[in-house]
Nanobody
Framework: QVQVVESGGGLVQAGGSLRLSCTAS????????MAWFRQAPGKEREGVSC????????YYADSVKGRFTISRDNAKNTLLLQMNSLKPEDTAMYYC???????????????????WGQGTQVTVSS
């Protein structure tokens, strides 16, 4: 049984930082491309970042480039998202997702992701 669990969300002031973590079990983690998505109330789900199975290549939404960094530790089945210089518009539920395609080619679309976590809330106050 595959389980994907996010953690690390919280309340932070604008300009602050948070680090999100995602652990995945029950799958061959090092064969999956992994991604972060977010969804704010009343808005569509948005792709934030994707990383290839090896961790060598990462992709980012324009809105987070230069502020967010995605990384992974395949030995620990863990995905990370370091978020710096946070803005109120970053407020959303953040989701970790895995795609068996092993590619970020469909990013930022979400329809090819097979497994999703329950989400962790990030709130940035102004």
């Amino acid at each position: 049984q595959v389980q994907v669990v996010e953690s690390g969300g919280g309340l932070v002031q604008a300009g602050g930082s948070l680090r999100l973590s995602c652990t995945a079990s029950g799958l061959a983690f090092d064969r999956y491309a992994m991604a972060w998505f977010r969804q704010a109330p009343g808005k569509e789900r948005e792709g934030v970042s994707c990383i290839t199975p090896s961790g060598r290549t990462a992709y980012y939404a324009d809105s987070v480039k230069g502020r967010f960094t995605i990384s992974r530790d395949n030995a620990k089945n863990t995905l990370l998202l370091q978020m710096n210089s946070l803005k109120p518009e970053d407020t959303a539920m953040y989701y970790c997702a895995a795609t068996v395609t092993g590619s970020c080619s469909s990013f930022p679309l979400s329809n090819s992701y097979n497994y999703w976590g329950q989400g962790t809330q990030v709130t940035v106050s102004s």
